[in-house]
């Protein structure tokens, strides 16, 4: 059966510890590497409070930034006003891009394009693919599904591989957990050039806790668009 398109936003007046947000990936701050100096347009799809935009922004490129989340497109004007940086950050949906096709240098989405159900993740990666130039870069995480590990969470179970998570901030949002089949299918139109599995394991780090896996992994992809379709 298809769900109905659900799309809710994080709410970032219940994370309490925003050091991990306002730090950008390590990952992500080597991606100049592969665009190239600015000029260069990039698109930070579901940007949080701002980390990767600020990052960008801050070595000159050109950035636009996308979150449904009123509080986060707030706090990521913020921290540019703060810093005397330019980006065009806006409120909306990750579904309803309205950018032009062939458009982008970058586009990144670092967890994000999960929180939804399949159908509006695929849209999106669709939409990712279109806005992105011949040549064009895409980064993004993916939330893995574990055949060997059924979803630990005991309630928003809404089929094998979805739950609707039910802990702040993430309350109400849909999550979809992709099989490495998935993420080929999903991405089949891009040429993958890193694909791999990163699981963030939890406080306390005990080895008990560490095996007992309560942290989710994610697929991490960098991935380019054909010079030519
Ligand atoms: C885990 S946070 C990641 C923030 C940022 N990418 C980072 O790495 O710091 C996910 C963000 O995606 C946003 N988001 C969730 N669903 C969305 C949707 N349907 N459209 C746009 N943004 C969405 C949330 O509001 C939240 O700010």
């Known amino acids: 059966m298809?769900?109905?398109s659900l799309q809710v936003n994080w709410d970032w007046s219940k994370v309490e510890d925003f050091t991990y947000w306002k730090i950008p990936?390590?990952?992500v701050m080597s991606l100049p590497y592969y665009i190239?100096?600015?000029?260069?347009?990039?698109?930070d799809l579901g940007c949080g409070v701002g980390r990767h935009t600020v990052y960008f922004a801050s070595l000159g490129y050109e950035v636009d930034a996308l979150d449904l989340s009123s509080d986060a497109v707030k706090s990521t004007q913020a921290w540019l006003k703060?810093?005397?940086?330019?980006?065009?950050?806006?409120?909306?949906?990750?579904?309803?891009?309205t950018q032009p096709d062939n458009h982008y240098d970058l586009v990144l989405a670092f967890n994000v394009i999960y929180h939804a159900f399949k159908d509006d993740m695929v849209r999106v990666i669709n939409e990712i693919y279109r806005i992105i130039k011949p040549g064009g870069f895409f980064f993004g995480t993916i939330l893995t599904k574990d055949p060997?590990?059924?979803?630990?969470?005991?309630?928003g179970v809404i089929n094998e591989q979805t739950l609707i998570k039910q802990e702040e901030p993430e309350k109400g949002i849909p999550h979809f957990f992709s099989y490495t089949e998935?993420?080929?299918?999903?991405?089949?139109?891009?040429e993958i050039k890193d694909l791999y599995y990163k699981e963030w394991y939890r406080a306390p780090y005990s080895?008990?806790?560490?095996n007992d896996k309560k942290g989710y992994g994610h697929y991490i992809l960098f991935a380019q668009k054909p010079e030519s379709d």
């Open 25 to 27: 990936d390590g990952y």
């Open 36 to 43: 190239g100096k600015p000029p260069a347009r990039i698109f």
């Open 207 to 210: 080895i008990e806790s560490i």
């Open 148 to 155: 060997n590990q059924p979803f630990y969470d005991k309630t």
């Open 182 to 190: 998935d993420v080929l299918e999903f991405f089949k139109n891009f």
């Open 2 to 4: 298809k769900e109905k």
């Open 82 to 97: 703060k810093d005397g940086l330019k980006a065009n950050v806006y409120r909306g949906k990750m579904t309803d891009l």
